[in-house]
Nanobody, 114 residues
Framework: QVQVVESGGGLVQAGGSLRLSCAAS????????MGWYRQAPGKQRELVAY???????NYQGSAKGRFTISRDNAKNTMYLQMNDLKPEDTAVYYC????????WGQGTQVTVSS
């Protein structure tokens, strides 16, 4: 299991953009499917998108068409480019393997103001 550190969150107005980063440890990252997840206040954690080791991507719900997941295996890093952000995107964003393992990083807070 990889250890991860998420970064890049912040406060942004509706319609704005953010790019999240997930720095992972260990050589296993290159062969793992990885995902971005989020947890909004009072809600369960949900999958946002995942990417295979070869770069195939999959998006859930409202992320389609607005978010782009990518990875740089040479840097052991995964990214989530988020455009046209909406207040309902406000959440703590986490990265983890896909399917997720039990150990989670600290996440990065994304707050979108209307």
């Amino acid at each position: 299991q990889v250890q991860v550190v998420e970064s890049g969150g912040g406060l942004v107005q509706a319609g704005g953009s953010l790019r999240l980063s997930c720095a992972a440890s260990g050589p296993a990252f290159k062969v793992l499917r990885m995902g971005w997840y989020r947890q909004a206040p009072g809600k369960q954690r949900e999958l946002v998108a995942y990417i295979t080791s070869g770069g195939t991507t999959n998006y859930q719900g409202s992320a389609k068409g607005r978010f782009t997941i990518s990875r740089d295996n040479a840097k052991n890093t995964m990214y989530l480019q988020m455009n046209d952000l909406k207040p309902e995107d406000t959440a703590v964003y986490y990265c983890n393997e896909y399917p997720s393992m039990n150990s989670w990083g600290q996440g990065t807070q994304v707050t979108v103001s209307s």
